[in-house]
């Protein structure tokens, strides 16, 4: 039988329970009417609560048979009883009654933090892609997320490194381990930008340093992305500025061709290319990056005649 036939075959009876409570019934037929109502009501009801216990699975969690028995011993008490089971069902079932995740900011034991490396390296199980794929999911545990953090933030600086503590950052459950995220990044961020303010207030800039770590700011994606794009466009003003006073600096030339490369002023980039190419004829290290950079200028143009294409 269907829930709403059994809802209504449950109303009916309860109204004829009613009629018999409203009226005498201390006759035989009476109360013998009474009884078989009352037991289809409770019939009915037992048959609710198990019907949406079985098709709800937060419902059999939460319910069980504990909590079914109790409903159907309430049941028993004549209008009120069944009508504040299913009652009680339905509010469980419309508005469930779900742990809230309450977080507390927990003290790490440092010696604890500073070890635990060595057990990754000792375990042979230990996988750096579970991690990840448990981070993603929301199932990395609080002690595993930060020292898997600890263990990130030795490694030098890349955009490999910054990427992994932008996931902590974006997927982890523990505002402890967001925090930690947070200020690492936010500590290597700081640290440059202190650097350049240092630099930028010296009456005599120095250029080619200042490029470097403009650079620094977009290629290891510290920022967001419109800002990075800022900051290499700073990098490559300044890159520019230290090669008018040293033209035939080969160091200098390499970074300003990545720079510009990068951001995909393909004329620029061209221009220096030949310079460099004249000036290292005899430095085979150097013509290699120089070709690689060649094929990098190549790509970028095929990509752009495609596009206008």
Known sequence: MSTSRSLWWWSINQLIVLAFLLTNISSVPAFMGFMVAHGIVIFLT?????GMAFSDAYLRKIMG???IIVLILMSVVPLVGPA?????????????????????????????????????????SFSPQ?????LIHGLLPFDEA?????????????????????????????????????????????????RISTLESLPQKPLAELATLYHELYFLSLTDPWLGFFYLKRACAYIDGALKDDPQNL????????????????????NLLKTAFKLA???????????????????YRGKLSYAKA
């Open 46 to 50: 037992f048959q609710m609560l198990v």
């Open 65 to 67: 048979k504990s909590l």
């Open 84 to 124: 504040g089971s299913l009652m009680t069902a339905f509010v469980l079932k419309l508005y469930p009654v779900r742990a809230k995740a309450k977080e507390e900011f927990i003290k790490v034991n440092f010696f604890t933090l500073e070890s635990f490396p060595l057990t990754f390296v000792e375990n042979p």
């Open 130 to 134: 579970k991690i990840l794929i448990y």
């Open 146 to 194: 930060m020292h898997a953090l600890k263990l990130i933030s030795t490694l030098q600086w890349s955009p490999y490194k910054t990427r992994l503590i932008q996931l902590f950052l974006e997927y982890s459950r523990h505002p402890s381990v967001t925090l930690e995220a947070s200020r690492i990044l936010n500590e290597k961020r700081n640290e440059l930008l202190e």
């Open 251 to 270: 160091s200098l030339l390499l970074q300003a061709i990545k720079y510009h490369l990068e951001k995909r002023d393909l004329k620029q980039a061209e």
């Open 281 to 299: 004829e005899d430095n085979w290290e150097v013509m290699v990056t120089l070709k690689s950079y060649r094929r990098e200028l190549n790509h």
